[in-house]
């Protein structure tokens, strides 16, 4: 089992990136997925999640309205937009994969840097 993100990096206040967890070993398409943030110093945060099939995404009100999760089943892949960039979004990002407690996965991260 492997997810693998990308799409990390430096932005400056206000601008975008746009984040994908490429996910092999299980069968994708079944799984809820996940984007967790993690600062530094801090807990590790839930910021939006998406079904299996794709109908329905949440989004944590910090997040709400600025990014937007989407997944693509054929190329078992989940991607984070991330609009409106500010210094707090600055993180570890990663991709999480759940079925049940004992179908759990995780992605490694990519580090967020928002900074003028």
């Known amino acids: 089992v492997q997810l693998v993100e990308s799409g990390g990096g430096l932005v400056q206040p206000g601008g975008s990136l746009r984040l994908s967890c490429k996910a092999s070993?299980?069968?994708?398409?079944?799984?809820?997925m996940s984007w967790y943030r993690q600062a530094p110093g801090k807990e590790r945060d839930l910021i939006a999640t998406?079904?299996?099939?794709?109908?329905?995404?949440n989004y944590a009100d910090s997040v709400k309205g600025r990014f937007t999760i989407s997944r693509d089943n054929a190329v078992n892949t989940v991607y984070l937009q991330m609009n409106s960039l500010e210094p707090e979004d600055t993180a570890v990002y990663c991709c999480?994969?759940?079925?049940?407690?004992?179908?759990?996965?995780w992605g490694q991260g990519t580090q967020v840097t928002v900074s003028s």
């Open positions: 999480n994969a759940f079925l049940t407690s004992r179908y759990n996965y």
């Open positions: 070993g299980f069968t994708f398409s079944r799984y809820a």
């Open positions: 998406i079904t299996s099939a794709g109908g329905r995404t």
